[in-house]
């Protein structure tokens, strides 16, 4: 098979995507793991799928490095925005406004170009989760917030969300002192977490966060979306920040700007096409 991909990326979290409205793709999972690999592919943190969808512009499909598939990703749906966004101005269309499926909730992304630019997208991710039912978390309690969790030899204050993907926000002194590989994995597979979770690692300074991300099924990476906006509903829910004021979330890859409101969760972000290519498998 000869496949068409876009290599997109912002803040460094970096995919490989594929325009499926008329190409197929046999045995994601395992396209994944091989292509992603940095050495002996093309190189990524997963792969995307784009599809048409009965509900929306374009439905998602996104797939770690490990070959597991993601419910969720904030980064993605901006690589398919700003592929999508390509596809109009190629067929001279002034469309600013796309909504993508994700997912097999089949939740409904909205999507819009900022004015006078091809690559920063506004992103409605809809509103966080707390009920520890629906993240899922295996704990006696109905939020998961600030709870002492023993992880090694010591206790971290963990808090929980979803964000159509499971999170632990941890705050700390220093993110960079953090042995995130040891760390991050424990978290990860903790029994607690019957799905796994992503972990992020996070310092509020004044009015912006600092994060470190380990992902469920990545390792660390970059920068991280949906974990970015973990952060600032945490942050929002121990009451370490405002809620409803844009905040700046400071990754190894980059920033990006997250508000948390009542109703919804925005991210302002970008989305850059490294490259097009064709692999042949």
Same mark, same amino acid.
């Given at each position: 098979?000869?496949?068409?991909?876009?290599?997109?990326?912002?803040?460094?979290?970096?995919?490989?995507?594929?325009?499926?409205?008329?190409?197929?793709?046999?045995?994601?999972?395992?396209?994944?793991?091989?292509?992603?690999?940095?050495?002996?592919?093309?190189?990524?943190?997963?792969?995307?799928?784009?599809?048409?969808?009965?509900?929306?512009?374009?439905?998602?499909?996104?797939?770690?490095?490990?070959?597991?598939?993601?419910?969720?990703?904030?980064?993605?749906?901006?690589?398919?925005?700003?592929?999508?966004?390509?596809?109009?101005?190629?067929?001279?269309?002034?469309?600013?406004?796309?909504?993508?499926?994700?997912?097999?909730?089949?939740?409904?992304?909205?999507?819009? =170009?900022?004015?006078?630019?091809? *690559?920063?997208?506004? @992103?409605? +991710?809809?509103?966080? #989760? /707390?009920?520890?039912?629906?993240?899922?978390?295996?704990?006696?309690?109905?939020?998961?917030?600030?709870?002492?969790?023993?992880?090694?030899?010591?206790?971290?204050?963990?808090?929980?969300?979803?964000?159509?993907?499971?999170?632990?926000?941890?705050?700390?002194?220093?993110?960079?002192?953090?042995?995130?590989?040891?760390?991050?994995?424990?978290?990860?597979?903790?029994?607690?977490?019957?799905?796994?979770?992503?972990?992020?690692?996070?310092?509020?300074?004044?009015?912006?966060?600092?994060?470190?991300?380990?992902?469920?099924?990545?390792?660390?990476?970059?920068?991280?979306?949906?974990?970015?906006?973990?952060?600032?509903?945490?942050?929002?829910?121990? =009451?370490?920040?405002?809620?409803? *004021?844009?905040?700046? @979330?400071? +990754?190894?890859?980059? #920033? /990006?700007?997250?508000?948390?409101?009542?109703?919804?969760?925005?991210?302002?972000?970008?989305?850059?096409?490294?490259?097009?290519?064709?692999?042949?498998?």
């Amino acid at each position: 098979m000869k496949l068409e991909f876009s290599k997109i990326q912002d803040c460094g979290n970096d995919y490989i995507v594929f325009d499926c409205f008329e190409q197929k793709i046999k045995n994601p999972k395992e396209l994944s793991k091989r292509l992603s690999d940095r050495h002996y592919g093309i190189g990524g943190d997963g792969i995307v799928l784009i599809y048409p969808s009965k509900i929306a512009d374009a439905k998602m499909l996104i797939f770690n490095s490990d070959g597991s598939q993601a419910n969720m990703c904030g980064t993605g749906i901006r690589c398919i925005s700003k592929h999508l966004f390509d596809k109009e101005k190629q067929n001279h269309s002034s469309k600013t406004n796309f909504t993508i499926e994700v997912g097999e909730f089949n939740k409904i992304i909205k999507i819009k =170009k900022k004015e006078d630019s091809n *690559e920063i997208f506004f @992103v409605d +991710m809809g509103k966080a #989760e /707390l009920d520890k039912d629906k993240i899922p978390i295996n704990l006696n309690c109905k939020q998961v917030i600030s709870f002492p969790l023993d992880v090694l030899d010591e206790k971290l204050k963990i808090t929980c969300v979803s964000m159509g993907n499971p999170h632990c926000v941890i705050f700390c002194e220093n993110i960079f002192d953090i042995d995130i590989e040891k760390v991050g994995s424990y978290i990860e597979n903790h029994k607690i977490f019957p799905n796994k979770t992503n972990v992020e690692f996070a310092k509020v300074i004044g009015k912006n966060i600092e994060m470190r991300v380990w992902e469920r099924g990545n390792g660390e990476t970059l920068s991280c979306s949906t974990g970015a906006c973990a952060c600032v509903v945490a942050a929002v829910e121990n =009451k370490y920040l405002p809620r409803g *004021e844009k905040i700046s @979330v400071k +990754m190894r890859g980059g #920033e /990006l700007k997250v508000e948390v409101t009542r109703e919804t969760v925005y991210i302002l972000g970008g989305a850059q096409k490294i490259f097009n290519g064709f692999v042949h498998i």
